[in-house]
């Protein structure tokens, strides 16, 4: 375990140094306007990093399955819906309002309760039809979203589209410092939770050997992963890859499966991943493409490359 440690430490001052050059990089003496408009993304990043990091983890262990990150649920579809509803009704007027970011949050939670307090019993097979359900319900959520944008105006449909898409630079500072409260609970649970998901990475049935109530836990585990995507999502949009690069990458540079680790490494991970991108997006390509970009052309890079290599393992 000491190795792990210093892995971790090593991982966390890496994680510094990028914040402090993305801090300071060009700012030219303007201090004043440029710290509080790159630690505004610092504070994002930071936020969506830990929930996405520590959900995802979270949900492939309940799952057994490192290829499986919670969007698998329907959470950007759900998003995209809700987004469609809210323009085609409401129109650009009221967006950014922090109530309709509690309502977004409240419908994806409610419809995450919903349907796995419904589908999850006893029975281990009623998690993969979960995860079935959710992707029906993701493509159901896509073609009413489609449906309503056909029918919305095109002025609307524009600004839609602006919507849709994960943007660390218009994040609205007061939904940060609501959110912040919440990601602490929630990594204080998380961390909290950590020796039984040590338990179940051994499997199911394994935990209920060791006395786990594993449908009881299962459905929390459950609620505190659909909320953290939930927060992610509603705060910056839909990032479809980048739990599953930071996941994986942090199981091959720990190379243990003791989750309190597995958790900090990986937010670590995920903040020095979005912080170095945003740097790159910044400074090298001069804010010709966008850091959603960039995460999701390398995120499917690198699920292609697992895929591979996985398959190449079992032959």
């Known amino acids: 375990m000491r190795q792990v440690r210093i892995k971790v430490i090593i991982l966390g001052l890496l994680t510094l140094f990028a914040i402090g ?4 990089f ?3 003496g303007n201090w004043s306007f440029a710290l509080p408009l790159r630690g505004k993304k610092i504070l994002a990043f930071v936020v969506v990093g830990t929930l996405t990091s520590f959900s995802t983890i979270a949900f492939q262990t309940l799952t057994q399955n490192h290829f499986l990150t919670p969007s698998i649920l329907g959470f950007d579809s759900l998003y995209v819906l809700v987004q469609t509803i809210l323009f085609f009704f409401l129109g650009q007027s009221r967006q950014g309002d922090p109530v309709l970011f509690v309502i977004n949050v409240c419908l994806m939670v409610f419809f995450s309760v919903l349907i796995f307090s419904t589908l999850l019993k006893k029975d281990k097979q009623d998690l993969f039809l979960l995860l079935m359900v959710g992707m029906i319900l993701g493509t159901l959520f896509k073609s009413m979203s489609t449906f309503l944008q056909v029918l919305m105006d095109p002025n ?3 600004k839609l589209q602006g919507k849709l898409f994960a943007s660390f630079s218009n994040v609205d500072v007061s939904l940060l410092v609501l959110v912040v409260p919440i990601v602490l609970v929630l990594v204080f649970l ?5 020796p039984k998901l040590d338990v179940l990475h051994l499997g199911l049935e394994q935990g209920i050997n060791l006395g786990i109530n594993v449908p009881v836990f299962r459905k929390y585990m459950l609620f505190l992963i659909s909320l953290s995507v939930a927060i ?13 690069i930071v996941a994986n990458v942090t199981y091959q540079w720990l190379g243990t499966y003791k989750h309190v680790y597995l958790f900090i490494a990986a937010s670590f991970m995920s903040v020095l991943f979005l912080v170095s991108g945003q740097f790159l997006v910044e ?4 804010m010709n493409t966008t850091l959603s970009v960039v995460i999701e052309f390398s995120g499917g890079l690198y699920f292609v490359f697992k895929l591979v290599k996985e398959k190449g393992g079992r032959a």
């Not at 050059?21 to 300071?24: D, E, I, S, V, W």
């Not at 998380?190 to 950590?194: P, Q, V």
């Not at 992610?232 to 599953?244: H, M, N």
């Open 283 to 286: 400074q090298v390509f001069h």
């Open 156 to 158: 609307e449909y524009d």
């Open 190 to 194: 998380f961390i909290k939770a950590s």
């Open 21 to 24: 050059l993305f801090l300071t």
């Open 26 to 28: 060009h700012t030219y």
């Open 232 to 244: 992610a999502t509603a705060l910056i949009g839909p990032i479809t890859f980048l739990g599953f």
